[in-house]
């Protein structure tokens, strides 16, 4: 129904930046949220920052300040600028799409791109 391909990962020095891109195909309309989770080895997938279809922004208390999400013109691509960054920031990060999937009968369904790996680290 939607595919999620990341790209923007890479190895950051402590203080660097990187931005993240997640562009989205298949039934994008039917999409009420898009967003980025991030999880570290042993550790829990954790939400990073969403925005709804509305143009409404939750940030994770850990990035406010230093990330920023937005998403393109024709919203099929969601972005994540991430400033500041810090060691703890290491992490695989994975787009995250909500939305209907057809195949199985659910409004809500959790869609997730394979995963991109940022690395902060001196």
């Known amino acids: 129904q939607v595919q999620l391909v990341e790209s923007g990962g890479g190895l950051v020095q402590p203080g660097g930046s990187l931005r993240l891109s997640c562009a989205a195909s298949g039934s994008i309309s039917s999409l009420s949220s898009m967003g980025w989770y991030r999880q570290a080895p042993g550790q829990q997938r954790d939400l990073v920052a969403t925005i709804t279809s509305g143009g409404s922004m939750y940030y994770a208390d850990s990035v406010k300040g230093r990330f920023t999400i937005f998403r393109d013109n024709a919203k099929t691509t969601v972005f994540l600028q991430m400033n500041s960054l810090r060691p703890e920031d290491t992490a695989v990060y994975y787009c995250?799409?909500?939305?209907?999937?057809?195949?199985?009968?659910?409004?809500?369904?959790?869609?997730w791109g394979q995963g991109t790996q940022v690395t902060v680290s001196s």
């Open positions: 995250n799409a909500v939305g209907m999937n057809l195949r199985i009968g659910v409004l809500d369904y959790h869609y």
